[in-house]
């Protein structure tokens, strides 16, 4: 899942990609709100972290923007303010959570995750399909019961794919939301990947529509 950090605190902001990361989160670090402002324009993402106090323009100005070009990526914003006026005003802005500084990286990462899980309309806390039960929170994938060894990136791509079915996924659109920005990425990565996925769980779960991208379908719909 690709997520965008928007913090100008270079030890704040090390930590966080450093841990995210380690989440499996592909993270794209700016310090600088106009920068952030362009990169949201060009760039798609899955979850945005927004620091309010940013060099040129504020957090609040980059929210207000994102809503206004009815981009609904979820943001959460990191603010040392813990008043109520500024959580009202963040909320009507168009803010999806709030992170009082300072805080532990595990409620982050719990928060996220429940941010993801309201963008895609689910509930659950795991992701489940034909004996496929994927668990975000713990990394672990089981299938018909057995746990299932996946690499981080297999992981990711199997979580893109169940959080998408019956929806076509470009193999484009797959290596935006794994790869951030200073990651190398070979031109048949993804397809190694699939190839991957296939051999360890059913040859059939993934299908490929030539020249278009990868679908896991939706049998539930007539």
């Given at each position: 899942?690709?997520?965008?950090?928007?913090?100008?605190?270079?030890?704040?902001?090390?930590?966080?990609?450093?841990?995210?990361?380690?989440?499996?989160?592909?993270?794209?670090?700016?310090?600088?709100?106009?920068?952030?402002?362009?990169?949201?324009?060009?760039?798609?993402?899955e979850?945005?972290?927004?620091?309010?106090?940013?060099?040129?323009?504020?957090?609040?100005?980059?929210?207000?923007?994102?809503?206004?070009?009815?981009?609904?990526?979820?943001?959460?914003?990191?603010?040392?303010?813990?008043?109520?006026?500024?959580?009202?005003?963040?909320?009507?802005?168009?803010?999806?959570?709030?992170?009082?500084?300072?805080?532990?990286?595990?409620?982050?990462?719990?928060?996220?995750?429940?941010?993801?899980?309201?963008?895609?309309?689910?509930?659950?806390?795991?992701?489940?399909?034909k004996?496929?039960?994927?668990?975000?929170?713990?990394?672990?994938?089981?299938?018909?019961?057995?746990?299932?060894?996946?690499?981080?990136?297999?992981?990711?791509?199997?979580?893109?794919?169940?959080?998408?079915?019956?929806?076509?996924?470009?193999?484009?659109?797959?290596?935006?939301?794994?790869?951030?920005?200073?990651?190398d990425?070979?031109?048949?990565?993804?397809e190694?990947?699939?190839?991957?996925?296939?051999?360890?769980?059913?040859?059939?779960?993934?299908r490929?529509?030539?020249?278009?991208?990868?679908?896991?379908?939706?049998?539930d719909?007539?």
């Amino acid at each position: 899942m690709r997520l965008l950090l928007v913090e100008d605190d270079e030890i704040l902001g090390d930590g966080l990609v450093a841990g995210l990361k380690m989440e499996g989160y592909a993270v794209d670090w700016l310090t600088n709100g106009k920068l952030a402002d362009e990169a949201l324009k060009l760039n798609t993402y899955e979850l945005i972290v927004l620091d309010l106090n940013l060099p040129d323009m504020g957090g609040m100005a980059i929210l207000t923007a994102l809503r206004n070009r009815k981009d609904e990526t979820p943001v959460m914003v990191l603010t040392a303010k813990d008043t109520v006026s500024d959580r009202v005003l963040g909320l009507d802005s168009g803010a999806d959570d709030f992170v009082i500084k300072p805080f532990e990286l595990d409620e982050v990462c719990a928060r996220l995750r429940a941010l993801a899980r309201r963008s895609e309309g689910r509930s659950a806390p795991t992701i489940e399909y034909k004996g496929i039960v994927l668990d975000p929170a713990s990394h672990q994938v089981t299938f018909n019961n057995e746990k299932i060894e996946l690499s981080q990136k297999e992981f990711e791509i199997l979580s893109f794919l169940m959080s998408n079915i019956g929806k076509v996924v470009s193999r484009s659109r797959l290596e935006e939301s794994l790869y951030s920005w200073d990651s190398d990425v070979e031109s048949n990565t993804v397809e190694v990947h699939i190839h991957y996925l296939r051999k360890k769980l059913d040859p059939a779960l993934i299908r490929t529509v030539r020249g278009v991208g990868y679908i896991i379908d939706n049998d539930d719909e007539s």
